[in-house]
């Protein structure tokens, strides 16, 4: 005769991975028997005829028409280009300068040691401004980076470390974007991989300034 | 024999897709919301109860398994990891309602095949009062509960979705039957009373 504690374990052993059919029977005749004479386990009958029953009859879902499915696949991608929109522009418009200043630094610093021959010979004047980019001469710097070739530029980006290295993948980089005259690439004309990298850093970026100095 | 070699091409499917997924191939993913569209939502649908809720949860499981896919690691199978995200998903919805509207629609519990309307209230009662019960555990043990009872999954496959030892989940299940069979006859005596 099953006692509580027994009852309990039996029940369980009911619900977990699959038994063998035999042994399932007899005891679900074990568990009918205690729930039916027992005070303390009477309630639990439900149990024990959801037990009896397959995972699939215990609780049934009701799904949806066909129909629904059909446009699900189609919903998620407009939520997703949507979302990807409305972060982009509002990241973007919220650390356009912060990025903006990033990129005119890294470039203009990286790029200094191979523009120069090249100005020296043609244009001298903007290569002594852009060699000292710590004199506050932005529109100099500005104007050796907008001077650069989208393959030059794309070289400079490459030695960039972490998330900017792979920026140079996308259209950004390659000058498909215009990039003569736009510091900062409107992030919707970046592929999947650069845009995310790039949030990410945004993200990090964010934390970074939030996070109270020492 | 032959469904051991057919679960192994299988596995070299899913991986094979698993990496154009973490890849970025669209193609990929769209794939992958073919073949697991049908449990996401029937997990958030037993969670969340309306339509209109699980429709919201499922895709935005979606959304994010496709903003996370660099973090697949492929050590878990793809049905796993998109359980535990749209779990995590329905989750939060549910955090953010108040506990008797998570309370299960029971109209859709009526079981048509009994014909006697007595029988029927019956059966609807009997199984709110459990859907009550199992409201009413403990948030691990209403997720293992959910998992194990109702979604019919594995010891194994509940301990990877919900990162715990399979020891771990045994304990949970015992501990819900426990308290469900307590819960249970404790209401009946009270009416009873």
């Known amino acids: 005769m ?4 027994s009852f309990e374990n039996a029940l369980t052993e009911m619900f977990g991975d699959p038994v063998d ?41 009701e799904m949806p028409p066909e129909s629904y499915w059909e446009g699900f696949n189609a919903s998620i991608a407009n939520r997703g280009a949507l979302r990807a929109e409305g972060q982009s522009r509002g990241v973007l418009r919220r650390y356009a300068p912060a990025a903006a200043v990033v990129v005119a630094l890294s470039g203009g610093w990286l790029l200094r040691g191979w523009v120069d021959p090249l100005v020296h010979e043609a244009q001298p004047q903007p290569v002594e401004t852009a060699s000292q980019p710590d004199t506050g001469s932005w529109s100099s710097l500005d104007e050796v980076i907008r001077q650069a070739t989208a393959e030059e530029l794309a070289a400079a980006l490459r030695g ?28 919707l004309e970046l592929n999947e991989n650069d845009r995310i990298e790039l949030m990410d850093w945004l993200d990090q970026l964010d934390q970074s300034e939030r996070r109270p100095s020492s | 024999m032959e469904a051991t070699l057919q679960d192994q091409a299988q596995t070299q ?26 449990a996401v939502y029937t997990i958030a649908r037993r ?64 079981d048509s095949s009994q014909t006697d309307p007595d029988d029927r209230i019956d059966r ?10 199992v409201g009413r555990l403990p948030n691990r043990q209403q997720e293992v509960v959910m998992l194990k009872v109702y979604e019919g999954r594995t010891y194994r496959e509940v301990a990877e979705i919900l990162e715990l030892s399979e020891g771990a989940v045994k304990a ?4 819900a039957v426990s308290n ?7 209401g009946r005596r009270m009416e009873k009373a």
């Open chain 1, 160 to 187: 960039l470390p972490g998330e900017w290295a792979g920026l140079e993948a996308s259209g950004w980089a390659t000058g498909e974007n215009g990039l003569g005259g736009e510091w900062l690439p409107d992030a």
């Open chain 2, 172 to 175: 949970h299940l015992h501990q």
């Open chain 2, 180 to 186: 469900l069979r307590r819960r249970l006859s404790g």
């Open chain 1, 21 to 61: 059919p035999t042994l399932q029977r007899e005891t679900l005749a074990d568990l009918r028997d205690h729930a039916a004479t027992c005070a303390e386990c009477e309630g639990a009958a439900e149990l024990v005829e959801l037990a009896a029953l397959p995972p699939t009859e215990r609780d049934p879902v």
């Open chain 2, 124 to 133: 609807v009662r009997s199984r709110g009062d459990l859907r009550r019960a």
């Open chain 2, 13 to 38: 499917d899913e991986s094979a897709l698993a990496e154009r997924f973490r890849a970025g191939d669209r193609n990929a993913f769209d794939e992958i919301v073919t073949l697991h569209r049908r």
């Open chain 1, 2 to 5: 099953m006692d509580c504690a």
């Open chain 2, 47 to 110: 969670l969340l109860r309306h339509h209109e809720d699980a429709d919201e949860a499922a895709q935005m499981a979606f959304l994010r398994a496709w903003n996370a896919r660099f973090r697949f690691r492929g050590d878990a199978q793809l049905k796993t990891w998109l359980t535990r995200i749209v779990l995590n998903v329905s989750k939060s919805m549910l955090s953010s309602r108040r506990s008797a509207e998570a309370l299960p629609d029971e109209s859709a519990w009526a």
